[in-house]
């Protein structure tokens, strides 16, 4: 059997094709069609989920001057042939907002020293205030992906692009795109030739000071290459794309029955092994509430409101909780209800 490699796919000797998914890394931002949202699909100020310097959909975070200035969404409100975008909303008038996404280093080393383009495209509900949006591609020289992701030292007055903060840099000049109310494809480039430069960051935001409740910037399709010139957007599958995502976020949400053991009377103990080896050993967290775990063994279920974890690796977390008495090396089966989770994150 002969094989072929051209472009996007893989051809046979019998002609037949394999292309869904099968596409190199020629954009090195992860979810730029917005359609990863592991987090939910909408973040306002309650449990502060739309804070300055708070991820959103998959790796995406805001930048914003203050809490709770724009919710966000993911929304449908999108150009022919996209399915979704990022829709920042104004919740607190009068400040610069925007998103940013670091680029892991082993994902953009061999683009450090040479020419990078950013596209995407966007549009805004009204020009009447949201009429000065920017794009920047931000150089950071310290320690490769130990990223403070807060790039701004101040936001400035309007029109005045953002201070950032030591190690990162403007590779370009931004100026002002022109977006308005119909999407269009928009582009920057620029040389990443500061000295010991280590990632990338890409930042888009509002340059203005001058806002009004309810007023919308969408935002899709958001693509980062190699070269001088902006390509058409890479589109990889779904679960090509969920799997890039959960190397640097995971979460469980309600699950099923996982095995799971008593080391001593009053103690069970699990192994959650992640879908995907995840960048470093991640954080992890729980959501704390009534009875939202369980613990099947021997006919009976224990139930508690959280749980602990004793240690982490890029493959596996081990969790533990403090259970009802059991015999101690008996095996049973652990579970998140309604209303749990566990994530695990190891974004930059």
Do not use: H
Not at 72 to 79: A, G, I, K, S, Y
Not at 91 to 114: L, M, P, S
Not at 141 to 146: C, Q
Not at 232 to 247: H, K
């Amino acid at each position: 059997m002969s094989v072929s490699y051209g472009g996007d796919s893989i051809t046979f000797a019998d002609s037949s094709t394999i292309a869904s998914g099968f596409t190199g890394f020629k954009n090195r931002v992860i979810n730029g069609g917005m359609d990863i949202a592991q987090r939910g699909t909408s973040f306002t100020s309650t449990s502060s989920a739309n804070n300055d310097d708070t991820y959103v959909l998959d790796r995406f975070y805001i930048l914003s001057d203050g809490n709770d200035i724009v919710d966000v969404t993911q929304t449908t409100t999108v150009p022919t042939g996209a399915k979704y975008s990022i829709g920042l909303d104004v919740e607190t008038v009068n400040k610069k907002f925007g998103i940013a996404q670091i680029i892991e280093n082993a994902n953009c080393y061999d683009a450090i020293g040479g020419n990078v383009t950013i596209s995407f495209q966007a549009k805004v509900s009204a020009t009447a205030n949201l009429d000065n949006i920017k794009c920047a591609i931000v150089a950071w020289s310290g320690t490769a992906d130990t990223v403070t992701s807060d790039i701004i030292s101040a936001w400035g007055v309007e029109g005045t692009n953002p201070t950032l903060i030591a190690n990162a840099t403007y590779e370009n000049t931004p100026a002002n795109l022109g977006v308005t109310t119909s999407f269009a494809t928009y582009s920057v480039t620029a040389n990443v030739d500061t000295a010991s430069t280590s990632n990338i960051i890409l930042f888009i935001w509002s340059d203005v000071t001058t806002t009004a409740l309810g007023e919308f910037l969408y935002i899709t399709n958001v693509q980062l290459e190699k070269g001088s010139t902006a390509s058409s957007f890479e589109y990889r599958s779904y679960g090509a794309e969920l799997a890039l995502c959960q190397r640097y976020y995971w979460q469980t949400g309600t699950t099923g029955n996982i095995p799971a053991w008593t080391w001593v009377s009053t103690q069970l103990g699990t192994t959650f092994w992640f879908p995907v080896p995840m960048r470093s050993a991640p954080t992890a967290a729980v959501t704390t509430a009534t009875n939202v775990y369980n613990f099947y063994m021997a006919g009976s279920v224990s139930q508690f409101n959280s749980i602990s974890f004793n240690g982490a690796d890029t493959r596996s977390s081990d969790l533990y909780a403090t259970t009802s008495s059991k015999t101690a090396g008996q095996g049973g089966f652990f579970g998140v209800g309604a209303g749990g989770n566990i994530m695990f994150s190891s974004e930059l």
